[in-house]
């Protein structure tokens, strides 16, 4: 039996929070048991609080995500010597740590997703239904979008003339390198995800879920070392979105597929690789 409070009106905890970031991994029982996938479709959700409050998890871990970091982004365009500011390896910075601060802080509570693309991947492999992923992507989206407005609000001349943070693949590179480079760059990312969040390693290794955030956060430091001089770096659907529709100039739009197409592609490929290569699920006996 269930011996947690309940909101009977609102079913609040009646559905159990499916999270990627492997807390059911904090069980003291080390006799690891493959959890059942979650349901396609979990209508009853939708009358759970929990739900709700991990969608406004969502909303409010992006919306600083894209404040911190487009402003970061912001403060090395406007100069004219990148040595007088944190320069690319400052903002490859400013998006690993940021990641590593909010997933560590709403792991507990949605998952700690923060990317429409690590919600797809966790969601093709059955650790999400499609409710809480659609959900979850609208909300992080709409995060994104007030992230990147408030920077404008901060300075809309600079923010105009800048580029806004947008990603647009740069000169000297093709559409297929960009969409290379996104597919790749988001690969390393949701595999590092589901390898930091395995509730098998953590049923052995008791330490795995404190330590989820911060391979993450550097996955993420690390593409965007590679990435930012092809694409400026995306491998997130909400953040490339976000600082689209704020900055809303040409430049923005014309590659904008690249980052939804990418980042999906890559998250795909990478829950195919960790379920059936790495924990070969599909193979294993009942």
């Known amino acids: 039996m269930d011996h947690r409070e309940e909101d009977v009106s609102l079913g609040a905890n009646k559905y159990s929070e499916?999270?990627?970031?492997?807390?059911?991994?904090?069980?003291?029982?080390?006799?690891?048991?493959?959890?059942?996938?979650?349901?396609?479709?979990?209508?009853?959700?939708?009358?759970?609080?929990?739900?709700?409050?991990?969608?406004i998890a969502e909303f409010v871990a992006t919306f600083l995500f894209l404040y911190i970091t487009v402003l970061t982004v912001m403060g090395v365009s406007k100069s004219e010597s990148k040595c007088s500011t944190v320069g690319i390896q400052g903002i490859a910075w400013a998006f690993g740590g940021m990641i590593f601060a909010l997933v560590y802080c709403t792991a507990g509570i949605s998952g700690g997703h923060i990317n429409p693309a690590v919600t797809f991947g966790l969601f093709l492999a059955r650790k999400l239904s499609l409710t809480r992923a659609f959900f979850y992507m609208v909300m992080q989206c709409l995060g994104a979008i007030c992230g990147a407005g408030l920077v404008k609000a901060f300075g809309k001349t600079l923010y105009q003339t800048k580029g806004g943070g947008?990603?647009?693949?740069?000169?000297?590179?093709?559409?297929?390198?960009?969409?290379?480079?996104?597919?790749?760059?988001?690969?390393?990312?949701?595999?590092?995800?589901?390898?930091?969040?395995?509730?098998?390693?953590?049923?052995?290794?008791?330490?795995?879920?404190?330590?989820?955030?911060?391979?993450?956060?550097?996955?993420?430091?690390?593409?965007?070392?590679?990435?930012?001089?092809?694409?400026?770096?995306?491998?997130?659907?909400?953040?490339?979105?976000?600082?689209?529709?704020?900055?809303?100039?040409?430049?923005?739009?014309?590659?904008?597929?690249?980052?939804?197409?990418?980042?999906?592609?890559?998250?795909?490929?990478?829950?195919?690789?960790?379920?059936?290569?790495?924990?070969?699920?599909?193979?294993?006996?009942?």
């Not at 499916?18 to 349901?39: F, H, L, M, V």
């Not at 491998?235 to 600082?243: D, F, Q, W």
């Open 166 to 286: 947008a990603n647009v693949v740069n000169a000297g590179y093709t559409k297929g390198d960009g969409l290379g480079a996104e597919i790749v760059g988001t690969f390393v990312l949701v595999y590092t995800v589901f390898s930091a969040t395995d509730a098998k390693r953590s049923a052995r290794d008791s330490h795995v879920p404190i330590l989820a955030p911060l391979p993450i956060g550097f996955a993420v430091f690390l593409v965007h070392l590679a990435t930012i001089p092809i694409t400026g770096t995306g491998i997130n659907p909400a953040r490339s979105l976000g600082a689209a529709i704020i900055y809303n100039k040409e430049p923005a739009w014309n590659d904008h597929w690249i980052f939804w197409v990418g980042p999906f592609i890559g998250a795909a490929l990478a829950a195919l690789y960790h379920q059936v290569v790495i924990r070969a699920i599909p193979f294993k006996s009942k």
């Open 18 to 55: 499916r999270q990627a970031i492997g807390t059911a991994a904090q069980s003291q029982d080390k006799d690891y048991k493959e959890p059942p996938p979650a349901p396609l479709f979990e209508p009853g959700e939708l009358m759970s609080w929990s739900f709700y409050r991990a969608g």
